[in-house]
């Protein structure tokens, strides 16, 4: 049995974030598929008990939930290349930005598909206005980190797999209000670690449009 086992769903964006970390530090892992519509596996349940979901790492059987702190772990785990600057200073700006997306991103997006009408534009101008807060903490830096990919682009970058979803469903293009940042997406997406976890956008979308027919969402 490896050492290393990633309880995953395909179209999560937050078991994305740790595929990318693990491919960034060479790490080889298992990854097991869950079925989180028809049932659960044991082994999910048992190892994310609070919150039942995915993503769960194993490392030599002991589990880690949570994307954030397990990007986190992976890198304190294996040291090599690092993921966050090496001075303190550094390394609180990108928790910070790591804690603003983990609260404001992938919920603002998840709005614009659930809504429809006035409730999806005003949905879609709080989405935009979250996009320009991150542009302005990349500025003109290639990472958020400056020259490096490194935690706060794994973090955030894996969410931008469900951008063309959230584009398509609200009538707009990110393109159009944050440049910037949609330079910082493609030139991530040239980096293997994250172009061989990002899935085909057009399947994102099915799967949201799934969603959107499982919740009763026309």
């Known amino acids: ?15 994305m974030r740790v595929k990318i970390a693990l491919e960034e530090k060479g790490i080889k892992y298992e990854d097991r598929a869950e079925d989180l519509f028809g049932g659960k596996s044991e082994l999910l349940l048992t190892s994310n008990p609070i919150y039942r979901k995915v993503p769960v790492l194993l490392h030599n059987g002991k589990p880690l939930c949570e994307s954030s ?24 700006q990108a928790k910070f930005w790591v804690d603003f997306i983990d ?22 101008k709080d989405f935009i206005e979250i996009l320009k807060q991150l ?42 209000h944050t440049p910037k940042f949609s330079a910082w997406i493609k030139r991530c997406l040239q980096r293997e670690t994250v172009a061989k976890v990002i899935p085909d956008p057009e399947k994102v979308y099915e799967f949201v449009l799934f969603l959107k027919k499982m919740n009763g969402i026309e």
């Open 69 to 92: 702190i397990i990007v986190g772990y992976i890198d304190e785990t294996w040291a090599s290349p690092p993921l966050l600057p090496s001075c303190p200073y550094g390394r609180a």
């Open 1 to 15: 049995m490896s050492d290393v086992i990633l309880l995953d769903c395909w179209a999560s964006p937050f078991c």
């Open 135 to 176: 542009e302005g903490g990349l500025g003109d830096k290639d990472y958020f980190g400056g020259d490096s990919f490194g935690f706060v682009d794994i973090i955030a970058i894996a969410i931008t797999s469900w951008f063309n979803a959230f584009e398509r469903c609200g009538n707009f293009k990110v393109e159009d």
């Open 103 to 124: 609260k404001k991103l992938f919920d603002a997006g998840g709005n614009i598909w659930k809504t429809k009408g006035e409730e999806q534009a005003v949905a879609v």
